[in-house]
């Protein structure tokens, strides 16, 4: 009995995924000739101080959209990675303007906040069975309750170390160290999603949990793990948020939420097609902001920025599903 010889991919099936994966890319290298050409927008949106505070703004966005990224390969979605920023934020610089608490200590204590939040809704997902929806966000809303409880809606300020502001604020080597900070736990993440057994487990239980435990994999532990990396993660964040701002605010967070959200869901449709993924964090963090900041410098009304947000949320969570459905695997017929 002969098998037949499989047919080579067509060439252009793979012109058309090639540019299905860097679509993103291509479109974020338009917009930026665009505004930079731009008569209304060119001098300033290419001037070497808009592009660092570009740059430099991303730092913290990246962060927590990196957070999400974790639940999301689980197969879920988590509303809280903006208010654990915000609230590691709120921990560190009491720690250090209420408490005097040395700076390393106050920063493992903002990390570590964000470590026990996202146990803690680790526990209650994976091990107890609660709706993710219902704990995510009602972890973002009590967190941001308890923000403005102790903050009074007051920033704290005082107290707060230049060596850690200024990460938020200065360059090495002309870079912002903020975002070599951000870089550098991206490329963390990045390499625990993508070559690491955890990794490759975190994805398969998004895609299937029920076939995954049938392969024995302890898919609670790593549901566990997915949210414990995203609190630790988010934690860092709100660490950058502390040295980027100068102080912390009674922000609960929401407002650094669904950028967040609108970049994991575009990284499903560029680079790693069909899941979520760092380098596509990336790249879909550049499109928000080099949108957001050339339609502000062509003087755009405020609102549009907001319908922008929206309106990106809103396509990022279609072109995701049917980035899924292309990428699920198609069922094979049943021969004689």
């Known amino acids: ?15 058309r995924t090639l540019i299905e994966r860097y679509a993103l890319v291509v479109l974020v290298v338009a917009l930026i000739a665009l505004f930079a050409l731009l008569p209304a927008s060119g001098e300033v949106f290419a001037s070497p101080r808009n592009i660092r505070a570009l740059i430099a703004n991303q730092g913290v966005p990246l962060l927590i959209a990196v957070a999400a990224v974790f639940p999301l390969a689980a197969g879920y979605f988590d509303f809280s990675v903006g208010a654990v920023a915000a609230s590691s934020s709120v921990v560190t610089g009491a720690a250090l303007s209420h408490f005097a608490v040395p700076l390393p ?18 526990l209650l997902i994976a091990y107890a069975g609660v709706n993710p929806f219902i704990s995510t966000l009602g972890v973002a809303t009590l967190l941001g309750g308890v ?15 230049t060596e850690l502001t200024d990460i938020g604020s200065r ?33 398969a239980v998004g895609s299937n949990a029920r076939a995954t435990h049938l392969l024995g994999v302890d898919v609670r532990r790593t549901q566990l793990l997915a ?3 995203s609190g ?9 948020l502390l040295a980027r701002n100068g102080g912390a605010t009674s922000d609960n967070g929401m407002m650094m939420l669904f950028p967040a959200l609108t970049a994991v869901l575009l990284s499903t449709i560029v680079i790693d097609l069909g899941r979520p993924s760092v380098p596509g964090v990336v790249v879909a963090i550049l499109f928000i902001a ?6 502000t410098l062509v003087g755009t009304p405020s609102w549009v920025n907001q319908v922008f947000n929206g309106a990106a949320l809103l396509i990022a969570v279609a072109f995701a599903r049917l980035a899924r459905r292309r990428s699920a695997p198609t069922p094979k017929k049943a021969t004689a």
């Open 171 to 203: 360059d090495w080597l002309g870079v912002p160290r903020v975002i070599v900070v951000a870089g550098l736990v991206a490329l963390v993440a990045w390499w625990i999603l993508s070559q690491t057994v955890f990794g490759r487990r975190l994805y």
């Open 290 to 295: 080099v949108t957001v900041s050339g339609l």
């Open 227 to 229: 949210f414990v990396a």
């Open 147 to 161: 923000i403005f409880a102790y903050t009074g809606g007051l920033r704290i300020s005082s107290g707060i170390p």
């Open 105 to 122: 200590a106050a920063i493992v204590l903002g990390i570590l906040f964000g470590t026990i939040v996202g146990t803690v809704l680790g």
């Open 232 to 240: 630790t993660i988010a934690g860092i964040g709100g660490v950058l």
């Open 1 to 15: 009995m002969t098998h037949p010889t499989p047919l080579p991919a067509r060439p252009g099936i793979a012109w």
